[in-house]
């Protein structure tokens, strides 16, 4: 048996890439008595294969750039941020007495931007990352992993005077650390977003089924009308200003991140 690759020019098709093979066929006997030519064509395949390898140096051209990226977040982006956080804040502590009420008050949107900023680069960072962090899947323990949510949050419940209620829960296989960061973003989120004078309360509860594991994070607060459900997991997505309640617009886009790395899907149902 004898095979080889080449391109042929057809009068009828064009220039083709072939997989050509020479077969030995045998008579009852077990004698050699001819050949079998077989004539494939893989010229698909082939352009197929040159696709992959510039989709591949394409993806790996990405990753370069996203890993520059990355390092200009972290270095390039936050060392000027930090200084002028850093300095807001010694001119609040040390000077601020010495200056008039429009002056401090300046010098607090200062220190407010500078933090919105920062908290915006680490939340950019935090998203960025994501892309190129592997899965590190083990057997997850929910209930234990809410227990170490609810010791996150303990400063926002007890400003907030919110309560976290959670039920029984599964044992799943998940990145433990993403799974964390999903769940503590939605919990933050329905501490945060409540109407003025009602304290949040938030459950979360197991609604799993045999295709599934299924969880939900449930809460009185404000609710999201059905015109802005479909938008509201994108990069940067705001639904009320920043007067109204803080954040970056980076969170639930994190979260449908996490939940596609695992192969599953974040759902919505809300009401004003």
Not at 2 to 22: K, L, N, Q, S
Request: hydrophobic fraction near 40%.
């Amino acid at each position: 048996r004898v095979g080889w690759e080449t391109v042929v020019d057809y009068p009828g098709r064009g220039r083709r890439h072939i997989r050509a093979t020479f077969l030995p066929s045998w008579d009852e006997n077990g004698n050699l008595h001819g050949v079998v030519m077989r004539v494939e064509d893989v010229d698909e395949l082939m352009q197929a294969q040159v696709e992959l390898r510039r989709t591949v140096a394409l993806l790996e051209q990405r990753t370069e750039e996203q890993q520059r990226f990355i390092h200009m977040i972290s270095h390039d982006l936050r060392e000027p941020i930090n200084t002028i956080c850093n300095f807001a804040g010694l001119l609040q502590q040390d000077a601020a007495a010495a200056l008039d009420a429009p002056s401090q008050r300046y010098l607090g949107f200062i220190a407010q931007g500078g933090d919105r900023m920062r908290r915006l680069l680490d939340g950019l960072l935090d998203y960025v990352r994501l892309e190129g962090l592997p899965l590190q899947r083990q057997p997850v323990a929910l209930g234990e992993l809410m227990s170490a949510v609810r010791a996150d949050l303990a400063l926002a419940l007890e400003r907030s005077g919110g309560q976290l209620e959670v039920g029984p829960l599964p044992t799943v296989s998940a990145d433990p650390h993403l799974l964390r960061v999903l769940l503590q973003n939605l919990v933050s989120n329905a501490l945060k977003f409540h109407p003025p004078g009602v304290p949040p309360s938030v459950t979360v509860t197991d609604h799993s089924d045999a295709q599934a594991w299924r969880v939900a994070v449930q809460d009185r607060g404000i609710g999201i009308a059905a015109e802005h459900q479909g938008r509201l997991f994108g990069l940067f997505r705001r639904l009320r200003s920043r007067r109204e309640y803080d954040g970056t617009g980076l969170g639930l886009a994190s979260c449908r991140r996490i939940a596609e790395l695992h192969g599953g899907r974040i759902e919505l149902q809300s009401q004003p």
